[in-house]
């Protein structure tokens, strides 16, 4: 991953939550629906969890205020460390660290009843060499049967139309108004894509801009299958939104 993918994360940490109208109320939502998915694949809880791509915390508190024991990384030192207070200021008991999603076999002891990586992580792996060392790594990390459960972006359908922005969200919240959208800049052979995300904050009757740009792989669920299948994971099943319930599509391995 290139080094702009830890930027863009230490830089957003502290605004992350600005991205959402209500982000308390979407950890509890993201929870419920992630709990009813892993469910139908483990069965009852509660279970083991690795989040290895926590960023702020969204999904890791949803899960472990549910009663599950959630340990959180990251690749950005300051992300885990804004899971950690926000744990502590909900009063939601979990662990965290900082980890690699290409290196948590060796980074992250012990193993899992499931490994998450959610809100489109996985489309920062550029190369296919980056996706199979974080598939395998995965495995490592999950007990046998255990479950990977990812989400991202339906590439396959954005690929048909390579949208170079998303609608403006104005919000209005305690914290003042904000507008928010992203703006995508694709790579001529549709792999990749610069992308800008922009906070529009209304403060003191000024409006304040901050940009904060990374770049995504436009990963295909035929990829994604391949690099799942090569580190030995069965029953890969992709769950759409209007199946799942969550706003991204939802990958689910075995291993």
């Known amino acids: 991953m290139a080094d702009s993918v830890l930027d863009f994360y230490e830089q957003l940490a502290g605004d992350y939550h600005l991205i959402f109208a209500d982000w308390r109320r979407s950890i509890a939502w993201q929870g419920d629906v992630l709990d009813r998915l892993l469910g139908a694949e483990l069965g009852p809880g509660p279970y083991t969890l690795l989040d290895a791509s926590c960023g702020i915390g969204t999904q890791a508190l949803g899960l472990a205020s549910r009663g599950h024991r959630v340990h959180a990384t990251d690749l950005s030192p300051t992300s885990v460390q804004r899971t950690a207070h926000e744990a502590s200021s909900l009063g939601v008991p979990l662990t965290t660290g900082v980890a690699d999603l290409r290196t948590l076999d060796t980074q992250v002891p012990g193993t899992f009843d499931a490994v998450l990586s959610c809100d489109n992580a996985l489309p920062h792996l550029l190369t296919d060499e980056e996706l199979r060392a974080a598939t395998r790594a995965v495995s490592v990390k999950l007990r046998p049967g255990g479950v990977f459960l990812a989400t991202l972006r339906d590439y396959d359908k954005l690929l048909e139309e390579k949208p170079h922005a998303t609608q403006p969200q104005v919000i209005d919240s305690p914290e003042g108004r904000r507008i928010v959208f992203q703006v995508w800049d694709w790579a001529e052979d549709g792999r990749t894509y610069a992308f800008s995300l922009f906070l529009v904050r209304q403060r003191g009757?000024?409006?304040?801009?901050?940009?904060?740009?990374?770049?995504?792989?436009?990963?295909?669920?035929?990829?994604?299958?391949?690099?799942?299948?090569?580190?030995?994971?069965?029953?890969?099943?992709?769950?759409?939104?209007?199946?799942?319930?969550?706003?991204q599509p939802v990958v689910t391995a075995r291993r």
């Not at 000024?206 to 690099?227: C, F, G, I, N, S």
């Not at 769950?239 to 706003?247: A, L, M, N, R, W």
């Open 205 to 247: 009757g000024q409006w304040e801009t901050l940009q904060h740009r990374t770049v995504y792989r436009a990963l295909r669920r035929a990829e994604l299958d391949a690099a799942l299948g090569a580190a030995g994971f069965t029953r890969i099943r992709w769950h759409p939104p209007e199946e799942s319930g969550f706003y």
